[in-house]
DNA sequence: TTTTATTGATTGACGGATCAATAAAAAAAC
DNA sequence: GTTTTTTTATTGATCCGTCAATCAATAAAA
């Protein structure tokens, strides 16, 4: 029954099947045959639109962070003050759909595998860099220098979400918590 | 031609192979038989000895965390002054070392792995107890909350290192001179 | 002769990739 | 407007490679 254009929404359906896998063992140690199972095609199929298997898990982890964009986005849009947009970008960071586990395994693997494969590593460093751009803006008009504010800041969320994540005894609220009074401390020093 | 005791040798072996192939690999994507190659002896030895591939990297990756303690040990030993056991734990942090390709790869790969595997999350547990507490004693006589400041710096720490060991563009030195200005702001500061 | 050391050969499973075959919709030909 | 052809969709079966793990056999020291 090949209806046209299917496509489109295989490539989706597979997207969605691998992070929903990813989430469900909790790292990339998933087959493709599980991703396709899950997607309700064969391996085959599977093959047929993405090429390979590090190609499936380049989008899926493509639209992790895509959605993580969106997330920004649509809270930075919404503030005006400099602090605020600051807040918002580490609000974003720490949200409830960051530590899903499909997100936490997806993240983790993106950091083991940017070690080897240069797509993966492309990802993350576009990752870095948004993140970068976005602090040092919401700096500029609160910080002596911005530059190193974002850098610093940008690292701490880095690192409080690595925690977060992976220690059961931080939670995210705390971690969250952190970085504002890490901002605090930012906007009022005189580095 | 049996000589005896050969236990502890071979053990010993295998671990440092194992690192020398993390390192040559950039991953933990390498198999017992190379690692067993590298040690010079059979892939059936390596079995005997440690039992299975994953008893192998759980003791490889002790190892690079035990290197580290040592490393933390041996600097902490030679300061006094509060601040400079601080400096200390950072240098340490960012010492070359800890960015050799093995290294890197080690760590990169425990982060992935201890979302699944118990043994290699209290090993990353372990780790970050360990700093988080010697920067709580380091900061106790100069920061008005050593607590909260630990936290703040550990997550820093990671995040920086994180940074530095991936992207090409930021280098340890200055991840390292980030990390002590965000020292000297903590230490200055009121919170 | 018992224990420790050691390996070559083998097994068994898994998993990514491929391919030939089937089915149906669309397009082209008549 | 029917027939033919082409294109798109889809899968079962299978191939091939890899690799962890096992085992039987050998050798030497105790």
Redesign the interface.
């Known amino acids: 029954m090949p209806k046209l254009g299917m496509e489109p929404i295989r490539r989706a359906a597979l997207v969605q099947a691998t992070i929903a896998e990813i989430g469900a ?5 998933v087959t493709v045959g599980q991703i396709a199972k899950r997607a309700g095609m064969s391996t085959a199929l599977a093959h047929h639109y993405f090429g390979g298997k590090h190609q499936i898990f380049l989008a899926a982890m493509g639209q992790i962070l895509s959605d993580f964009r969106s997330e920004v986005v649509e809270k930075l849009r919404i503030v005006r003050i400099p602090r605020a947009r600051a807040e918002a970008l580490i609000a974003a960071s720490f949200a409830p759909s960051c530590f899903a ?1 499909a997100t ?2 997806a993240w ?2 993106l ?6 494969h240069p797509e993966t ?1 492309r990802l ?2 576009l990752y ?1 860099r948004r993140l970068r751009s976005n602090l040092t803006h919401a700096l500029r008009p609160i910080c002596a220098d911005p530059r ?1 504010g974002a ?2 800041l ?7 979400y ?2 977060a994540a ?2 059961e ?1 931080a939670s995210p609220d705390a ?1 969250k918590a ?1 970085a504002l ?2 901002l ?3 906007i ?2 005189r ?1």
């Open positions: 063992a909790g790292s990339l140690d586990p936490v395994g983790m693997t950091y083991a595998h940017a070690t080897t590593h993350l460093v870095q190193a850098e610093m940008g690292a701490l969320i880095d690192g409080l690595l925690r992976l220690a005894e971690a952190t009074r890490a605090d401390t930012l009022g020093a580095t």
